[in-house]
């Protein structure tokens, strides 16, 4: 398996304009959660997904971001309006939530607001 | 609210030292505690520990679990410059999500 992919890997946008994430869990995977990670604030669980059901969007910094599951192998986080205090890295990671297992992260993807 | 605290929050050593990280926590419904390792990227997996006094060990790393007084250690031994990352930990709040501590960052110097 190729483990969990997000793409793009790097993004810089200009403050305004709408930024969409992307990410494909490892396949036979039931959970997928977005985290945002900055020097400040360390990791952060923005929304996890069970089952492709939206489950905890508490962490949700706002109404500017979004997140969808339109089935099992895919998953945006999406940014609209973006501020330069989005500008973090965003991590993907899935599980099995049949098991007792790890979390596996995707590479992330690194977004700068400017 | 579920909670995972570590400390220390950064640690500078140098090489041969052994190091103990720390990781208390409070969750609703405790299934597993995991440590991870951060370097310049994403997390990469260490442990998983579900039961308590039963030792995880890997080359020079080792951690232990004690599900009664809520908090779990990190060994390293022998220490090296490789070593020198962010050490995560996190709980499986089973039924829930993952809690993340805020990490301890560790500096090996040679």
């Known amino acids: 398996d190729a483990g969990v992919i997000q793409s793009p890997r790097h993004e810089v946008t200009e403050m305004g304009q709408e930024v969409t994430l992307r990410c494909k869990p490892i396949s036979g995977h039931n959970s997928l959660f977005w985290y945002r990670q900055t020097m400040m604030r360390g990791l952060e669980l923005l929304i996890y997904f069970n089952n492709n059901v939206p489950i905890d969007d508490s962490g949700m910094p706002e109404d500017r971001f979004s997140a969808k599951m339109p089935n099992a192998s895919f998953s945006t986080l999406k940014i609209q309006p973006s501020e330069p205090r989005d500008s973090a890295v965003y991590f993907c990671?899935?599980?099995?939530?049949?098991?007792?297992?790890?979390?596996?992260f995707g590479p992330g993807t690194r977004l700068t607001v400017t | 609210e579920d909670k995972v605290v570590q400390s220390p929050l950064s640690l500078v050593v140098h090489e041969g030292d052994t190091v103990t990280l720390n990781c208390s926590y409070e969750v609703t419904n405790f299934r597993s505690l995991l440590w991870y390792k951060q370097e310049k990227k994403a997390p990469t997996f260490l442990f998983m520990l579900?039961?308590?006094?039963i030792e995880k060990k890997s080359g020079r790393l080792s951690s232990i679990l004690d599900k009664k007084e809520l908090f779990s250690i990190l060994n390293i031994t022998a220490t090296q410059t490789g070593d020198s990352a962010v050490y995560l930990c996190?709980?499986?709040?089973?039924?829930?999500?993952?809690?993340f501590g805020p990490g301890t960052r560790l500096s090996v110097l040679p």
């Open positions: 996190a709980v499986d709040n089973y039924g829930q999500n993952f809690v």
């Open positions: 579900t039961s308590s006094g």
């Open positions: 990671a899935s599980t099995d939530r049949g098991t007792a297992g790890e979390q596996y």
